[in-house]
């Protein structure tokens, strides 16, 4: 499975952006999706996941209620539709699949990994 991230960039706090995770290769719908973040000094953090099949979605305390993950089965794509965002949300943020029909919190378990997008979030 290969997984490419796009949409990061920089905004001022309190604005929006939308993370995008296009699937290739051996992906399907026995699979749940992740976005994680990471910054120079804290390890990498679980931020939302979502269920291919069925759509079930989790998310973090930090970020409920302000991010969304949803996903396109006519695109193999998931995104990460980010508002109200604050500074303290400012890290590399990265998009990961795991084989299953449950979601983990747990970066270990999933298998395949993109090679992380930044987001900037100014004050």
């Known amino acids: 499975v290969q997984l490419v991230e796009s949409g990061g960039g920089l905004v001022q706090a309190g604005g929006s952006l939308r993370l995008s995770c296009a699937a290739s290769?051996?992906?399907?719908?026995?699979?749940?999706m992740g976005w994680f973040r990471q910054t120079p000094v804290n390890e990498r953090e679980f931020v939302a996941a979502?269920?291919?099949?069925?759509?079930?979605?989790y998310y973090s305390d930090s970020v409920k209620g302000r991010f969304t993950i949803s996903r396109d089965d006519t695109k193999n794509t998931v995104y990460l539709q980010m508002n109200s965002l604050k500074p303290e949300d400012t890290a590399v943020y990265y998009c990961?699949?795991?084989?299953?029909?449950?979601?983990?919190?747990?970066?270990?378990?999933?298998?395949?990994w993109g090679q992380g997008t930044q987001v900037t979030v100014s004050s």
């Open positions: 990961a699949a795991k084989g299953g029909t449950y979601y983990s919190s747990s970066r270990y378990e999933y298998d395949y």
């Open positions: 290769g051996r992906a399907s719908s026995s699979y749940a």
């Open positions: 979502i269920v291919w099949s069925g759509g079930n979605t």
